[in-house]
């Protein structure tokens, strides 16, 4: 069964530090990989995705994750946080075949917490 | 183009009860997937649908049950409540046409179950 984890509950950094928040993923092959950002109270806001390709992908705010297939990995990144960027996210897998159509699952989400 | 619109946004109800859930996807999107969002569990997938079919389905009991209009807009029903149905409900709208599971999401319906 695939599954998603993140294995950071709470994380928290100065602004303008750099980020990186870590996701691991079970999947007999190559799935869809997402991460998504939650702001209090909010539903979930697309910050990029990987299909193929190129490993490395770059998303809305600054974000880029790069997908590792050899360590099950697709961790999140940016250079300079900012003090708006405090929020949950969530790292998720998008299966392959009919009986996963439409189905996204989501590892249990990474609380930033940005110091001033 | 407008985004995934869910109504009502908060909700109350009582044990016991039943409840309806509305979900209007991006215009042309034709998939909308419904999730379940608790502390304890998490994001939960409930069911999708897709040109007023349900697809796929989640481990959730029979009282939980959903439908799909020809215009896309969903629905999702939950009867008889029980206090641990308290949640933010999401929708998620995808466009098909790539099969990427690529997902936009509705601010939820935040239920609370008394």
């Known amino acids: 069964a695939q599954s998603v984890t993140q294995p950071d509950i709470h994380i928290t950094v100065s602004e303008g530090a750099s980020l990186e928040l870590r996701c691991n993923y079970s999947?007999?092959?190559?799935?869809?990989l997402f991460w998504y950002v939650q702001s209090p109270g909010q539903g979930l806001q697309l910050l990029l995705k990987?299909?193929?390709?190129?490993?490395l992908v770059q998303g809305i705010k600054g974000f880029e994750a790069e997908f590792k297939r050899s360590q099950s990995s697709f961790n999140l990144r940016k250079p300079s946080v900012h003090w708006s960027d405090a929020a949950e996210y969530f790292c998720?897998?998008?299966?392959?075949?009919?009986?996963?159509?439409?189905?996204?699952?989501f590892g249990q989400g990474t609380t930033l917490q940005v110091k001033p | 183009k407008a985004g995934v619109t869910q109504t009502p946004r908060y909700l109350i109800k009582t044990r016991g009860q039943q409840v309806t859930l509305s979900c209007s996807p991006i215009s042309g999107h034709r998939s909308v997937s419904w999730y379940q969002q608790t502390p304890g569990q998490g994001l939960q997938f409930l069911f999708e649908y897709f040109s007023e079919t349900q697809r796929n389905k989640g481990n959730f009991p029979g009282r939980f049950s959903g439908r799909q209009f020809s215009n896309s807009r969903s629905e999702m029903n939950v009867s008889t409540l029980e206090l641990g149905d308290s949640a933010l409900y999401l929708c998620a709208s995808s466009d098909l046409a790539g099969s990427s599971y690529e997902q936009y999401f509705g601010p939820g319906t935040r239920l609370t179950v008394t």
């Open positions: 999947y007999g092959a190559t799935p869809y």
């Open positions: 998720a897998v998008g299966a392959h075949g009919s009986s996963n159509t439409g189905k996204l699952i």
């Open positions: 990987y299909f193929s390709g190129d490993t």
